[in-house]
């Protein structure tokens, strides 16, 4: 079974520049999770998807960060413009539907941005 | 809110020798699910054992094993023969197992584990 892939796994950008992220979940996979870890931090969830429908965005900063997951599969994550701190490693984590299941890493997404 | 705290930024054991790494959360629910994950270079989560909040008995996964103490919140992770594999950041993280909820993880802040050869 193939696993969640994400893209690109590095990116260096300025500030006030954007960029975008992808994830591709495990098949048949309903829920999925984009996560902010800055560095010697644990992860922080930034927004959770129930197939193409938004749970929880509360920790979104919404004037600069956006993300959708069209057709409840693929999801894209995107920033604009950046800042300083959000150089961080993005993770996306796909999981069945339902709390008991487990969720899914992929390699994240180190961004740097200078 | 809650809240999840690992008090040891970094810990170092001898290869084939046992390790135990800390962690606390705090909560207002009776409900939840708490995890250790392993973090390599790789930067790739890796699940390494679960514990449901309901059951008592501690959970055993080959060479790693909790110490659950729900009265107490707390949830440590032990490392039994230590490897040289085993050398990563470790995070303790809690879900909520309230139905309807979101479940997300909420992570603590990790240890970095290094095993001497």
């Known amino acids: 079974e193939a696993g969640v892939a994400q893209s690109p796994r590095y990116k260096i950008i300025e500030k006030r520049q954007s960029v975008a992220f992808w994830c591709n979940p495990i098949?048949?996979?309903?829920?999925l999770y984009w996560y902010q870890q800055i560095l010697g931090q644990g992860p922080k969830l930034l927004i959770q998807?129930?197939?193409?429908?938004?749970?929880?965005d509360s920790q979104l900063p919404k004037d600069r960060f956006s993300a959708e997951r069209l057709k409840g599969v693929d999801s894209t994550l995107k920033i604009q413009p950046a800042k300083l701190e959000d150089s961080a490693v993005y993770l996306c984590?796909?999981?069945?539907?339902?709390?008991?299941?487990?969720?899914?890493f992929g390699p994240g997404t180190r961004l740097t941005v200078t | 809110a809650q809240t999840v705290t690992q008090s040891q930024p970094e810990m170092s054991v001898q290869e084939a020798e046992t390790v135990t790494l800390s962690c606390t959360y705090d909560?207002?629910?009776?409900?939840?699910?708490l995890f250790w994950y392993k973090q390599p270079p790789s930067r790739q989560m890796i699940l390494v054992i679960r514990?449901?909040?309901?059951?008592?008995q501690n959970a055993t996964e080959n060479r790693f094993s909790v110490n659950f103490q729900k009265a107490a919140k707390s949830f440590s992770l032990k490392i039994s023969d230590s490897q040289l594999g085993d050398a990563a950041m470790y995070f303790c993280?809690?879900?909520?197992?309230?139905?309807?909820?979101?479940?997300?993880?909420?992570f603590g802040t990790g240890t970095l584990l290094a095993v001497q050869p």
């Open positions: 984590a796909t999981a069945l539907q339902g709390a008991f299941y487990e969720q899914y």
């Open positions: 098949s048949g996979h309903a829920t």
């Open positions: 998807f129930q197939n193409n429908g938004v749970v929880d």
């Open positions: 909560t207002s629910e009776s409900d939840y699910y």
């Open positions: 514990q449901e909040a309901y059951k008592q």
């Open positions: 993280a809690y879900r909520s197992a309230a139905g309807g909820a979101t479940n997300k993880l909420i």
